[in-house]
């Protein structure tokens, strides 16, 4: 049996180190940009914490296909820049809710300085117990979050009980592939205390068991690395990969993680996949 309370604490702290802010800033300042009056794009290199930026971002955008209309929940919202993109891209109100504090506070400032704060807001709490009425939303997405949650049958419940009836959505998140667990540590988890991830066949009878029908599952694996090729030969002419939201988050920690995340998708210990789900009804 978990400890939930105990896990959450090292969840949070593993997301937690020193002034995120003073950093993000110092981090736009070098890249040429202001970083009193940031733009979605001097943010993406950031703000997307999950493998393959603002690529995957996008993927989840597409498949999720919103109305201007729609409020969408973003699970586990980190720092907040999928949950921007998609409020910038479709004009429809996000809702992003997050246990770690830090991560809301800097995720509602950047929201503040693009001008979003009317449509975009965080909320502290648990996916698996989250601060919203039943019903509450038209579409929800996660991303890169579920591997921190042991307990998957209580977030898919989570999920249905928050969608209202026909909402669609899309799990953007490391299943458990063949072979031995990854090496530690991960950008998501220091150690195999706060990792658990579930094979794409678990995922898929979890969700439909709660209460959904799974309308796509996409293997991203080509795609991840395609993207570590391409920031490879960057950083090989000299300049900055796109995607440096781990260093700004885990400091000198951070390539060891990302070296170990990216050969276990090489070596096929984890698959990065994408599901699109329909809730019932
Ligand atoms: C790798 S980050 C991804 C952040 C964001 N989804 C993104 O892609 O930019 C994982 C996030 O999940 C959050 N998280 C982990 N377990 C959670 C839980 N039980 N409830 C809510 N958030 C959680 C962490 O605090 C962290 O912000």
């Keep these: 049996m978990y400890d939930v309370l105990a896990m959450s604490k090292d969840v949070t702290s593993h997301y937690t180190s020193g002034d995120l802010f003073d950093r993000l800033a110092a981090a736009l300042r070098d890249d040429g940009a202001d970083p009193d009056r940031p733009t979605i794009a001097a943010l993406a290199p950031y703000d997307q914490f999950h493998g393959r930026g603002l690529e995957a971002t996008e993927d989840v955008a597409n498949l999720l296909s919103l109305l201007a209309s729609d409020h969408v929940l973003d699970v586990g919202s980190g720092i907040g820049g ?156 000299g300049e900055k990969p796109p995607h440096r939201s781990v260093p700004l988050i885990h400091g000198e920690g951070a390539a060891v993680m990302m070296a170990n995340s990216s050969r276990a998708v090489a070596e096929g210990r984890t698959v990065p996949v994408e599901i699109l789900a329909r809730k019932r009804g």
């Design 82 to 237: 999928p949950a921007r993109y998609v409020a910038d891209r479709f004009g429809c109100r996000v809702t992003g809710v997050d246990l770690t504090p830090v991560f809301c506070e800097v995720a509602r400032s950047l929201t503040t300085l693009l001008g979003l704060d009317d449509r975009v807001s965080f909320e502290v709490g648990d996916a698996l117990a989250m601060p919203f009425a039943d019903g509450t939303f038209d579409a929800a997405y996660t991303m890169n979050v579920s591997m921190n949650i042991a307990d998957k049958d209580g977030l898919y419940a989570e999920f249905a009980r928050v969608l209202k009836p026909g909402a669609r959505l899309v799990l953007s998140e490391f299943a458990r592939g063949d072979g031995p667990e990854p090496d530690y540590p991960l950008p998501w988890a220091q150690t195999a205390e706060t990792n658990f991830l579930t094979s794409v066949e678990a995922t898929r009878s979890g969700l439909e068991a709660a209460g959904f029908l799974i309308v796509q599952v996409r293997d991203t694996a080509a795609e991840s690395k395609d993207f570590g090729a391409r920031s490879k030969a960057l950083v090989e002419r």
